[in-house]
């Protein structure tokens, strides 16, 4: 047994995997039950003797990967999660194995580095400032900052922290005043509620943008919003948008709600989790017009830039108020030290952390800026094929024109033949969509994260669902 020999093992039963996914003789996915899995894995036998190593370890990961819901399958539509490029998942593997926990510099200056490159990377695509490299302090420039966290709920979270911070700075010694609050379109992921009850504010304080039948928000119904929310003698700690909306794909129209919040000097977040790629595409950036204005924006990787969970930004336009965000002192981490490079701790609600830039880094490093914008292109391109296709079937109805990869349909028939259709599709193991509720009614949910899903998956898929409801 050698670490060679076992990492030989575990690429080989992967690249296995990704070819049978990918030539789609496997189910999409195959829910077996827990107790069955458990048992089968054997679970309790290895961890109370170990030596899970050579032929007992590909047949462990035989059993795993037969189990495994397969993003690399054509018939993933599920959830806003990557198909990763395997050059990312080495970098997870990187990271694994050197485990540089590098929220501070000295414990990973290579993944730190390069943290801090790609977040100024990030910025530059948003179009703001980039960090000076530490130790070359260019000037008085405003720039801006941020920080790679685990996942977009806590990148929100973070945002949403230094929101507070800036509206309240003694807010970290004296705790909430009770007049927080946020404003917020109702289809906000429910992270940014979980943020509210997180940070003190209580989502009942979460008021509600109006917004059209896409779900948009109504930039002239703004300022009544808001309005309601001073009549309850609160503050806002934030204005929330969509860019765009997990339910159904759409972008809030920034600009304008920009102006309003820079009017009246509001905090405006952007929650990007899903569709601030757009911004590497030149065809779709502007969807994000105005995005510039905006005070933080959360950007996932490990959504649409082809990165494994996790490896969410969260970024400011003004680096000063993510610094402040979390006034803390803990005297064995934070103290006057000299030092080369930059600690990403201050920023960031981990301590230990992960260095989630390599994997974004290595992804990219490999398909270049180029194809990462194709593959944004094709993956909108692809989904409006399908919405246009749809449109020609009597039976099939969407409740919005997609503007990314989301397209949301549903079958003539009440919400529960929506739900049936998808438990059965799921059960078949050809197709995996997902399913939201959107205005009131039951949709199924296509999310095309598979760079090999094509116009004619979707042709399959309609055929399956209709013989199901037949
Ligand atoms: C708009 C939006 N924000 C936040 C999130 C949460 O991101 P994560 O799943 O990385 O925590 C999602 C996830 O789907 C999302 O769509």
């Known amino acids: 047994m050698s670490f060679i020999d076992d990492a030989q093992i575990t690429i080989q039963a992967l690249h296995e995997y990704e070819r049978e996914s990918m030539s789609q003789e496997v189910p999409v996915i195959h829910q077996r039950p827990m107790a069955e899995l458990v048992t089968e894995l054997g679970l309790a036998t290895w961890v109370r003797d170990g030596g899970l190593h050579g032929r007992k370890l590909a047949q462990f990961l035989d059993t795993y990967l037969s189990a495994a819901t397969r993003l690399h399958h054509p018939g993933y539509l599920a959830h806003q999660v990557a198909i990763p490029h395997y050059a990312g998942a080495l970098g997870s593997l990187i990271d694994g194995f050197t485990n540089n926990a590098m929220a501070i510099y000295e414990m990973g200056p290579a993944a730190a580095s390069i943290e801090y490159f ?98 948009k928000v109504i930039p002239e119904r703004l300022a009544a919003a808001h309005q309601r929310l001073q009549d309850d003698g609160k503050r806002a700690v934030a204005l929330v948008a969509n860019a765009c909306s997990t339910a159904v794909g759409i972008y809030d129209p920034l600009d304008e709600i920009a102006d309003f919040c820079r009017e009246r000097d509001l905090w405006f977040h952007i929650d990007g989790a899903h569709g601030a790629s757009a911004l590497l595409s030149q065809t779709h950036r502007k969807l994000l017009r105005g995005v510039e204005k905006a005070d933080s924006l959360v950007w996932d990787a490990h959504k649409m830039v082809r990165t494994p969970t996790v490896c969410a930004a969260v970024l400011v336009r003004d680096h000063r108020a993510l610094d402040a965000a979390f006034e803390q002192e803990a005297s064995y981490i934070f103290h006057a030290k000299e030092q080369p490079g930059f600690d990403f701790i201050q920023r960031t609600v981990e301590c230990t952390k992960a260095g989630l830039g390599l994997r974004l880094f290595l992804t990219l490093a490999a398909l270049g800026e180029k194809r990462m914008e194709a593959y944004i292109d094709r993956q909108f391109a692809v989904t409006l094929a399908a919405y246009e296709y749809l449109q020609t079937l009597p039976d099939i109805d969407c409740p919005v024109k997609p503007q990314a990869n989301i397209l949301c349909f549903r079958l003539q028939g009440d919400d529960a033949l929506q739900i049936r259709v998808r438990d059965q599709l799921i059960a078949a193991g050809h197709f995996y969509p997902s399913s939201t509720s959107f205005a009131g009614r039951r949709y199924l949910r296509a999310v095309f994260m598979n760079p090999q899903t094509s116009l004619e998956h979707i042709k399959q898929l309609i055929a399956e669902i209709r013989g199901l409801a037949a």
């Open 118 to 215: 790609m977040i100024n990377w990030l910025l530059g695509k948003v179009g703001w400032q980039a960090a000076p490299l530490p130790g070359y302090n260019h000037g008085t420039e405003l720039s801006g900052g941020g920080v790679l966290t685990h996942g977009g709920s806590l990148a929100n979270l973070t945002a949403l922290t230094a929101a507070r911070s800036r509206l309240v700075p003694q807010v970290w010694q004296d705790g909430n005043p009770d007049d927080l609050a946020l404003l917020a379109p109702q289809g906000a992921h429910y992270s940014i509620a979980r943020a509210a009850g997180i940070l003190g504010i209580g989502s009942r304080a979460v008021y509600e943008l109006e917004v059209d039948g896409e779900g």
